[in-house]
């Protein structure tokens, strides 16, 4: 049971490139978020998913886009990528709150590491 | 606005010893709290939550203790090792569906043998 994998570990990109991180989870949870993580900070909600086909914006969805086209993957897209983006990217999976009526724990991955020149 | 924060940016402790990490939180509306272990270069890892119609949690060596009187959170660890170092975060989170975690800043607990 992997859990929360996500892809690539690292990258560097240059400013004005493109690129998608990919997020997926074995659990078959039905929320999945997406955070950034900056030094002397807690995590930053980007954007959020509420089950397949649905997206929604988080605390900083500025300079992102999100697509959730199954149900254990959730995609972060940067269209144009900016030096204030450098940053470590976590993604998180959890049940839905309806399960039982009550919030459930997000399951983070190791967190992808983007550096941007 | 809504803001998690802890008391303490760091916390060093001697092997065996009891920790106790602290957090505010200042939504008198969240109703669901987590504390998170963050290795270097690994996600944050759940340790424990709490509801709040619950003040006090147990898991395996550790105690959640919840004061909504005072928005208070606070994460205690019994005979702390120094596998327990690492960065601890408290979070919260309000009662709507999909609404996501508010992170506090941090903890860095370092555990000396």
């Known amino acids: 049971n992997a859990g929360v994998t996500q892809t690539p570990k690292f990258r560097v990109l240059k400013t004005g490139q493109s690129m998608t991180l990919l997020c997926a989870q074995d659990m078959n949870h039905e929320y999945m978020y997406w955070y950034r993580q900056d030094p002397g900070m807690g995590l930053r909600l980007i954007h959020y998913?509420?089950?397949?086909?649905?997206?929604a914006k988080g605390e900083v969805p500025d300079g992102y886009n999100v697509s959730r086209l199954k149900k254990q993957n959730f995609l972060l897209g940067l269209e144009s990528a900016a030096p204030s983006q450098t940053s470590v990217y976590f993604c998180a999976s959890s049940y839905s709150t309806d399960r039982d009526r009550y919030n459930q724990p997000q399951h983070f991955g190791d967190g992808t590491r983007l550096s941007i020149l | 606005g809504e803001s998690v924060g802890l008391h303490l940016p760091t916390l060093s402790v001697q092997e065996g010893d009891n920790s106790i990490i602290n957090c505010a939180y200042s939504?008198?509306?969240?109703?669901?709290f987590i504390w998170y272990k963050q290795e270097s270069g690994k996600g944050p890892q759940f340790i424990i939550d709490i509801r709040s119609n619950m003040d006090k949690r147990q898991g395996q060596r550790v105690t959640v203790l919840l004061n909504k009187t005072v928005k208070h959170l606070s994460l205690q660890i019994a005979a702390t090792q120094p596998g327990d170092s690492a960065v601890y975060f408290c979070?919260?989170?309000?009662?709507?569906?999909?609404?996501?975690?508010?992170f506090g800043k941090g903890t860095t607990l370092s555990v000396s043998s």
């Open positions: 939504n008198s509306a969240s109703d669901y």
């Open positions: 998913s509420v089950g397949e086909g649905t997206t």
């Open positions: 979070a919260e989170k309000g009662y709507q569906a999909g609404t996501a975690l508010i």
